[in-house]
């Protein structure tokens, strides 16, 4: 084990030189979610229950890949990686059977991304409880230890999952999502949750089912922390510490009445049943319910339709044999009935609702549940477990908490809890508008938490008109959220990890034409507002190595990745090139090109590995008409990297190819504390920008690392406030560069120039 590269002081990330450390990084990488043997993305039904025999080993890619995703990514000007993982991938092939193939591949590409010098921690990912569920994360296993079948859960809308929907082509734009306020998934949250509180009877293996499922998670992480602990060259060099578990949901917990949509329930789309409702086709039973959609102006009633399983349940049958896994069910825990219905919520004999506030109150203490409440009691349970299982291996590692999503964090200001030296604040934010409807509108937008949060007399007054008011909502949200943290936290980071937008805006339309104009506004209005809100760092949405034009990340119909097969790489500097150069000037590592000229040409040249070549694999030609550079533009960009002082504000205005920093600086710095900036040689060139700075000298260089060469400005400053401004190339973005050669359109800033950017 190495020394810290990375420290916390006053809630801020220090260097070993006491430099304040922005986490400017990306999710990777999104191909955790599914199997690589066989490979099976959400669109491909074979073999799908066959969940015991899978393999994750080569994810999240192959180690042979490994340099050339790192490179692109460090080009890129990341420093940090948010590292994807799952528990199925761990865990796969029943309880306790841990994959040491898949965990020693994981080991080796954490040793590659330790030569690019990349801060890393680690991510235990899900949504919506497992693949089988219609998301990712938890292996197959653990629904059958819930009592539940996943193989009839199309019938029954248990779960709505891409692999068994009859038209897969046709699977509706986030309705997964939804899968969150269905039976398979709100069952397997309130038990892993508070399984001892709402379901006694349920005892496997002698406990709980609560403690069954905690145990074997936590079990499971921490043999792969203890595995990573026993690579003796990993923990605080490259792998700086742990998040909690991904987007983590109360499920059925704190459900007033679970005969109606609570009016919290903001996502509405397809068949949206009430929990009832849920559980009463999970029973087989046919049941009317409401339809949604979600419009411009939020979720809209479409209508109704019959949910008819035709006598199909959901939970596994009375002669389903146990020992499969080699467990042992209680006698009280009947199979073949709804574990509910065991636990007297309802009576399956007249189909009457008994106790519609069940889940209502604490059973514990009578406490009525909400949010905040679930956060306080089970979740930070949950929390205080992994933290301790963590540091039992890795001692000193970071612990990136992150609470249920959009919600407040949990209330341990002052507390033991609060109080830890080593404590990080992770909530995600998405733009839901443009989330749902695929589609950027410059309009207008809502203020989500200002509404979550009561701040509003009507909804109506949260509307935001404008795209200058829509990003200045956006960063006033992420502003919220972050003091939220320090507020009830303490005085902690905060690092937002995960934001991002959908590619596939406007049915595809930037695959058809190569405009990529409304995905550049999008992902530069995100990007202003982490960099305006002050956060001590994000992790952006994300990078899939496998994205197409037409199955977007592979998995749910998704279409996040800053990555496609179909699109091309931004190039390094925006200036017409010589035909000798093409555009390569660095060297190789182990055979692979790693720089933003990446072609199909090029890496089949350099790439024997199918899986990351670059040409099209889309069946539908008018999807890979006009590649284009899938609006890099927008999250290429220049960021402070190391901060001699304290940053007041940092920003980079798009529009204008401007860059401002803003710093306080306690003393003069040394010579080899310098403040250092990443410089993306697209936007600012080295012989065509300008900077200006309020004191001290600076210089612009490209540093070489591992064979990537990276721009950098150095600034050595005095102290007090001082201010740094770059103005860079402006230039048409989401046209070829051949056509911009043609047109005349690269330009210098300081030639006013900003017409020619269609980006505002």
């Given at each position: 084990?190495?020394?810290?590269?990375l420290?916390?002081?006053?809630g801020?990330?220090r260097?070993t030189?006491?430099?304040?450390?922005?986490?400017?990084?990306?999710?990777?990488?999104?191909?955790?979610?599914?199997?690589?043997?066989?490979?099976?993305?959400s669109?491909?039904?074979?073999?799908?229950?066959?969940?015991?025999?899978?393999?994750?080993?080569?994810?999240?890619?192959?180690?042979?890949?490994?340099h050339?995703?790192?490179?692109?990514?460090?080009?890129?000007?990341?420093?940090?990686?948010?590292?994807?993982?799952?528990?199925?991938?761990?865990?796969a092939?029943?309880?306790?059977?841990?994959d040491?193939?898949?965990?020693?591949?994981?080991?080796?590409?954490?040793?590659?991304?330790?030569?690019?010098?990349?801060?890393?921690?680690?991510?235990?990912?899900?949504?919506?409880w497992?693949?089988?569920?219609?998301?990712?994360?938890?292996p197959?296993?653990?629904?059958?230890?819930?009592?539940?079948?996943?193989?009839?859960?199309?019938?029954?809308?248990?779960?709505?999952?891409?692999?068994t929907?009859?038209?897969?082509?046709?699977?509706?734009?986030?309705?997964?999502?939804?899968?969150?306020?269905?039976?398979?998934?709100?069952?397997?949250?309130?038990?892993?949750?508070?399984?001892?509180?709402?379901a006694?009877?349920?005892?496997?293996?002698?406990?709980n089912i609560?403690?069954?499922l905690?145990?074997?998670?936590?079990?499971a992480?921490?043999?792969?922390?203890?595995?990573?602990h026993?690579?003796?060259d990993?923990?605080?060099?490259?792998?700086?510490?742990?998040?909690?578990?991904?987007?983590?949901?109360?499920?059925?917990?704190?459900?007033?009445?679970?005969?109606?949509?609570?009016?919290?329930?903001a996502?509405?789309?397809?068949?949206?049943?009430?929990?009832?409702?849920?559980?009463?086709?999970?029973?087989?039973?046919?049941?009317?319910?409401?339809?949604?959609?979600?419009g411009?102006?939020?979720?809209?009633?479409?209508?109704?339709?019959?949910?008819?399983?035709?006598?199909?349940?959901?939970?596994?049958?009375?002669?389903?044999?146990?020992?499969?896994?080699?467990?042992?069910?209680?006698?009280?825990?009947?199979?073949?009935?709804?574990?509910?219905?065991?636990?007297?919520?309802?009576?399956?004999?007249?189909d009457?609702?008994l106790?519609?506030?069940?889940?209502?109150?604490?059973?514990?203490?009578?406490?009525?549940?909400?949010?905040?409440?679930?956060?306080?009691?089970?979740?930070?349970d949950?929390?205080?477990?992994?933290r301790?299982?963590?540091?039992?291996?890795?001692?000193?590692?970071?612990?990136f908490?992150?609470?249920?999503?959009?919600?407040?964090?949990?209330?341990?200001?002052g507390?033991p809890?609060?109080?830890?030296?080593?404590?990080?604040?992770?909530p995600?934010?998405?733009?839901?508008?443009?989330?749902?409807?695929k589609?950027?509108?410059?309009?207008?937008?809502?203020?989500?938490?200002?509404?979550?949060?009561?701040?509003?007399?009507?909804?109506?007054?949260a509307i935001?008109l404008?795209?200058?008011?829509?990003r200045?909502?956006?960063?006033?949200?992420?502003a919220?959220?972050?003091?939220?943290?320090?507020?009830?936290?303490?005085n902690h980071?905060?690092?937002?990890t995960?934001?991002?937008?959908?590619y596939?805006?406007?049915?595809?339309?930037?695959?058809?034409?190569?405009?990529?104009?409304?995905?550049?506004?999008a992902?530069?209005?995100?990007?202003?507002?982490?960099?305006?809100a002050?956060?001590?760092?994000?992790?952006?949405?994300v990078?899939?190595?496998?994205?197409?034009?037409e199955?977007?990340?592979?998995?749910?119909?998704?279409?996040?990745?800053?990555?496609?097969?179909?699109?091309?790489?931004?190039?390094?500097?925006?200036?017409p090139?010589?035909?000798?150069?093409?555009?390569?000037?660095?060297?190789?590592?182990?055979?692979?090109?790693?720089?933003?000229?990446?072609?199909?040409?090029?890496?089949?040249?350099?790439?024997?590995?199918?899986?990351?070549?670059?040409?099209?694999?889309?069946r539908?030609?008018?999807?890979t008409?006009?590649?284009?550079?899938?609006?890099?533009?927008a999250?290429?960009?220049?960021?402070?990297?190391?901060?001699?002082?304290?940053?007041?504000?940092?920003?980079?205005?798009?529009?204008?190819?401007?860059?401002t920093?803003?710093?306080?600086?306690?003393?003069?710095?040394?010579?080899?504390?310098?403040?250092?900036?990443?410089?993306?040689e697209?936007?600012?060139?080295?012989?065509?920008?300008?900077?200006?700075?309020t004191s001290?000298?600076?210089?612009?260089?490209?540093?070489?690392?591992?064979?990537?060469?990276?721009?950098?400005?150095?600034?050595?400053?005095?102290?007090?406030?001082?201010?740094?401004?770059i103005?860079?190339?402006?230039?048409?973005?989401?046209?070829?560069?051949?056509?911009?050669?043609?047109?005349?359109?690269?330009?210098?800033?300081?030639?006013?120039?900003?017409s020619?950017?269609?980006?505002?």
């Open positions: 084990m190495t020394s810290f590269r420290i916390i002081e006053d801020k990330f260097d030189k006491g430099r304040q450390v922005i986490l400017r990084g990306i999710n990777v990488a999104g191909d955790c979610k599914y199997p690589s043997k066989p490979h099976t993305p669109h491909v039904p074979d073999n799908f229950f066959d969940g015991d025999n899978v393999k994750f080993s080569g994810r999240p890619f192959p180690k042979e890949e490994a050339l995703h790192f490179s692109r990514l460090k080009r890129c000007g990341y420093n940090t990686i948010r590292y994807l993982f799952t528990w199925e991938a761990i865990e092939a029943g309880p306790g059977k841990y040491e193939e898949w965990i020693q591949h994981t080991i080796e590409v954490l040793r590659i991304a330790k030569d690019y010098g990349f801060y890393i921690f680690m991510d235990p990912h899900q949504d919506v497992s693949r089988f569920s219609g998301g990712s994360g938890a197959m296993w653990t629904l059958y230890a819930a009592g539940l079948n996943p193989q009839s859960f199309a019938a029954t809308e248990a779960a709505i999952v891409h692999n929907y009859p038209e897969p082509d046709n699977f509706p734009k986030m309705i997964w999502s939804t899968n969150y306020y269905r039976l398979a998934t709100a069952t397997m949250f309130t038990l892993f949750f508070a399984g001892r509180d709402f006694p009877k349920c005892i496997i293996d002698g406990v609560q403690d069954y905690q145990d074997h998670f936590l079990r992480v921490g043999h792969l922390a203890k595995r990573i026993e690579a003796e990993l923990e605080n060099d490259v792998v700086i510490g742990w998040e909690t578990l991904n987007e983590p949901n109360k499920g059925m917990i704190g459900y007033q009445d679970i005969s109606v949509i609570p009016k919290e329930q996502l509405k789309k397809g068949t949206c049943p009430t929990i009832w409702q849920t559980i009463l086709t999970g029973s087989g039973r046919a049941v009317e319910v409401e339809t949604w959609d979600m411009g102006l939020g979720p809209y009633k479409v209508g109704k339709t019959l949910v008819d399983p035709h006598g199909e349940v959901a939970w596994l049958p009375a002669g389903y044999d146990d020992s499969r896994y080699g467990w042992k069910r209680d006698p009280g825990w009947k199979l073949g009935e709804c574990l509910w219905a065991q636990h007297g919520v309802w009576d399956p004999e007249s009457t609702l106790k519609k506030d069940y889940f209502s109150k604490d059973p514990k203490n009578g406490q009525t549940i909400d949010y905040p409440y679930f956060t306080n009691t089970w979740f930070m949950l929390y205080r477990k992994y301790d299982v963590v540091r039992s291996y890795h001692k000193d590692a970071i612990i908490l992150q609470g249920p999503t959009m919600e407040l964090p949990p209330l341990i200001k507390t809890d609060g109080d830890d030296p080593r404590l990080v604040y992770a995600h934010w998405y733009d839901g508008i443009t989330l749902m409807t589609k950027w509108n410059r309009s207008w937008n809502v203020d989500v938490i200002g509404v979550l949060r009561g701040r509003y007399w009507h909804p109506a007054f935001k404008g795209e200058t008011a829509i200045n909502c956006f960063r006033d949200q992420h919220a959220m972050r003091q939220e943290g320090l507020d009830r936290m303490g980071p905060c690092v937002m995960e934001f991002g937008i959908p596939d805006m406007d049915d595809k339309y930037a695959y058809k034409t190569g405009d990529y104009s409304s995905q550049s506004a992902m530069d209005a995100n990007h202003f507002a982490v960099e305006g002050g956060l001590e760092g994000y992790t952006l949405w990078y899939h190595t496998h994205n197409d034009h199955r977007g990340d592979q998995w749910n119909g998704e279409d996040l990745s800053i990555y496609s097969v179909d699109d091309k790489l931004l190039p390094l500097d925006p200036r090139r010589s035909p000798e150069a093409n555009g390569t000037i660095l060297s190789t590592k182990k055979g692979l090109d790693d720089d933003a000229s990446v072609t199909p040409s090029n890496l089949k040249r350099s790439i024997t590995n199918p899986s990351i070549s670059s040409e099209s694999t889309s539908q030609p008018e999807l008409a006009a590649a284009g550079y899938r609006a890099a533009e999250y290429v960009r220049p960021a402070p990297i190391v901060v001699a002082g304290d940053i007041i504000r940092y920003g980079f205005d798009l529009s204008q190819c401007l860059f920093l803003t710093i306080k600086a306690p003393k003069v710095a040394d010579l080899d504390s310098p403040t250092i900036v990443f410089l993306p697209y936007h600012f060139p080295k012989d065509s920008c300008s900077v200006e700075v001290g000298k600076w210089e612009i260089s490209s540093d070489e690392e591992e064979t990537v060469l990276i721009q950098r400005l150095r600034w050595w400053h005095g102290e007090g406030e001082q201010t740094l401004r103005s860079g190339v402006v230039r048409k973005h989401n046209i070829s560069g051949e056509e911009a050669d043609e047109a005349g359109y690269y330009e210098q800033c300081n030639q006013g120039a900003w020619s950017c269609n980006i505002m």
